[in-house]
């Protein structure tokens, strides 16, 4: 056996390894007893245990060292660049930093909890704290010298700096906040009203699932408190939920999970349990979650055949025409809270919490001056002022488990999807006709050949660029909100 | 930290990953999408060889070897006891032919069902030929010049030899046949007829689980298509499976399988996750089972009020009264299948299967002549000559997948239940009062107590003969049956 063969057959185990612990977080998630949680932390804990073994085993590095300028086909050198950044991010943590940052943090996210179910930031600052000094020193040790944040975005968004992030950021925020200053002036169209049968909404959810190309025998769609999608390859499972009042959640949290899942079924199957068979990064899956959602999902064709199906399921529901529907849909109105943004709104909310978190990071914004800062810039950027912590610092858990530069790999995603969305419209040009008969085939197959096909096969800015033709920018996401929102609120 | 932490530390971590494996196990026949089983196949043969390195793990060696002699508790030495012989059993057996055992015995899986759709013995022969030579191989590393048959045997019942079993099964073989031939003389109970709505025997199963004291904040109940119990400690799941034409199939399905899961649920929390944290054997698991399923689940008392319950369910089926109702329940009737057959019937199933099995492996036995076995062996046990494969040789999994010695912990499991029956009845002897009112805690506590919360502490055998105050014995067991069926029957 060769030195390739070898490591690719350690990395395929591992890759199975990967699929078996994202199954643990499923079954979490959906359907674990709830007195099993203590034993399942054990279990979890095995399965990072063995895992981060494998990722530092000095094997790897053995292979790595003797492959290190082979003459190796594209696909090939893509699954060692995979290798190489998975054993050196596990070898240059420490392991005792390791096991006390799963420790703390494992113990923040209850604190966190407390904290915002107390509307208390003071109660949630000292660990947080903690988990700020703890994280810092892991992206030191991974930054050998460079920038800390940088480090960190690597984790999520290989490739991305902090400094571009910040230039795309800052073209995106003040169009953003006039745009949305303007249409919070107009006429807000009707809203949704009455009830709607939960039980009616799943049958729908799952047809919608299948109309944006899901594979049901290579997934299955289950209920869960917050929706979420997992795994890769065979097996991509998705969750929704339901609320009486508000089925567009229900719809819509749907066709953004399968955005992320048909990204993970629609990988080229001779990439299956490699390096190259999960997306590549957490901005590209953004981008598929988001351009279903969004650009596809609450366009006014898709949303002219979505009010049909919606009037066959529950007859008459107080909306009066499509464009009317169309309106609805995209309302935007006042809210605290990012997980229920919309569109338009929903990168003002990430943008504030990129600032921050790297503020945070390198020092020059104190954990004790947070609740504050974040106060002062949601006033500036939403126009009121935030009530209570739980609608303000302390409603996302991300921090509190340590993910410090994730959360911009979401407004990323937007741009991504911006940039596909321009090319997919140009290379099908009558799109609508299609999504106003419920046919998302000719966006989700362009999607799949340009995009989701690839896996990990180019870096992320690559995927991207190769789909568009050009380098990623914000200007066409721009476009597209502005020409979108101005038509809806008559601007 | 000393050999003995360590050692318990590694295997913590080792029973952890059991579980995870267990849980996949459960995921495929409940969970999985249907086009999920390759890569599925993949996430188990990586858990597998984790598993496999961890127990030949040189370390577990080298800590055993440093506590040998040492001065531990008895708790403490039957943790080594039961590291030592996953160690032992994991190192005799070669790697590459423990992966020819593995690939084997998956290929075979598929050839079986194929025969047995076919009814073709002849076209399972020689796959089934070539998994008894690597067994026979894989058992003659294991047993070191001993038997082989009873080195399988102590995968799943360790201390018990196959000349034990022959004496024991002797002993019942000709009293079970003859009571078998005076019940199938005699006139028969009234058969159940009608169809019962599924999804409120799932209602009422669900019920009967409870009664029987299933813990649902540690496990669940779903449907499968062979119900099984899956998991130990805080985590442990059954499922059951629903037929519109026999709702006992359902409700005895699931009181079996509760036996299965109280078991693993009872068992001493402070062994939680380590190798006393497991039901001991496969015998006292099913002597649980059985327990629960005939002893306590058929009997007159329990009945009349499971009668209550169809009732109230299910109105008037046609069953006249609780008498009636528990003959119904426990009419005896010819049939072909080991999984379907009745109390009565069922160790003659298995009896057979262990004789064959055994002049299998010890070549007394030649695979082209073991359909004409079957056969003639069925027909004087059983007066009647079987019809084809499908339902003679060919019926059971388990040889295809390489469980020689696994047949007889079934009917083991028969007899232990039959002593523990006679104990239990000795110390509450008002238990009848209690099932009666569908309160079986007093049996379900008295288990718990002198079987299930010992775990892995006691060898097998010597739980029982704990909980019986005597080496087990098939006699009470005997009396059991013929005094049941001699009163239903009117003999």
Redesign the interface.
């Known amino acids: 056996m060769t030195a390739f063969d070898a490591l690719m057959a350690h990395a ?2 591992t890759q ?2 990967v ?2 612990a994202g ?2 977080g499923w ?1 979490q998630e959906t ?6 949680a ?3 932390g ?2 979890m ?3 990072e ?2 895992l981060h073994a494998r990722r530092v085993d000095a094997r790897v590095a053995g292979w790595l060292a003797e492959l290190d300028g082979a003459d190796l086909d594209a696909q090939a050198q893509a699954q060692l660049r995979h290798i190489r950044r998975s054993h050196d991010r596990a070898s240059k943590v420490p392991a005792d930093l390791a096991a006390r940052i799963a420790r703390v943090t494992s113990e923040a996210q209850g604190t966190w909890a407390e904290a915002r179910g107390a509307d208390d930031f003071a109660a949630f600052a000292p660990t947080l704290e903690e988990v700020i000094t703890l994280k810092r020193e892991e992206g030191q040790a991974l930054a050998n010298g460079g920038d800390v944040y940088d480090a960190m975005l690597a984790d999520y968004e290989p490739g991305t700096t902090g400094a571009e992030l910040e230039a795309m950021f800052g073209a995106l925020r003040p169009e953003l906040a006039a745009l949305r200053a303007a249409v919070r002036a107009a006429d807000a169209p009707p809203k949704l009203s009455g009830t709607f049968d939960e039980a009616a909404q799943m049958k729908l959810t799952r047809k919608l699932a299948r109309t944006f190309g899901y ?6 769609v289950d209920k869960a408190v917050h929706p979420f999608s997992s795994g890769s ?3 991509v ?1 998705i969750t929704t939920r339901t609320s009486a009042e508000d089925p567009f959640n229900c719809f819509y949290s749907t066709i953004h999970e399968v955005g992320h899942a048909a990204y993970e079924q629609n990988i080229n199957r001779d990439y ?2 490699t390096p190259l068979g999960e997306g590549v990064s957490m901005g590209v899956h953004e981008s598929q979650s988001r351009i279903y959602e969004n650009q596809i999902g609450r366009s006014r064709a898709f949303t002219g055949w979505l009010y049909g199906q919606m009037r066959d399921m529950f007859g008459d529901f107080g909306i009066a025409d499509e464009d009317a529907f169309y309106a609805c849909v995209n309302r935007v109105s006042d809210g605290y809270i990012r997980t229920e943004a919309d569109e338009l709104q929903y990168n003002l909310h990430v943008l504030m919490r990129f600032d921050l978190e790297r503020a945070l990071m390198a020092g020059d914004l104190q954990v004790a001056d947070l609740e504050a800062a974040w106060n002062d810039r949601f006033e500036a950027d939403f126009g009121f002022v935030v009530d209570k912590p739980s609608n303000g610092v302390l409603q996302d858990v991300h921090w509190s488990v340590g993910l410090f530069g994730y959360f911009p790999t979401y407004s990323l995603g937007n741009v991504y999807a911006g940039c596909l969305h321009e090319a997919l419209r140009s290379a099908v040009p009558d799109l609508d006709s299609h999504l106003a008969q419920g046919d998302t085939s000719p966006a989700t197959d362009w999607l799949r050949e340009n995009v989701q096909s690839h896996g990990g096969l180019y870096e992320p800015r690559d995927v991207i660029a190769r789909a568009r033709g050009a380098d990623p920018s914000e200007a066409p996401l721009l476009a597209y909100l502005r020409e979108k929102f101005t038509t809806i609120y008559g601007l």
Chains 1, 2 share one sequence.
């Open positions: 395929r185990e199975a390894l699929q078996v199954r643990l079954d359907m674990m007893p709830r007195g099993a203590r034993q399942r054990e279990e804990a095995a399965m245990s063995v594979d049901m025998t290579h997934g299955r390859g065979l097996d499972r299956l349990l």
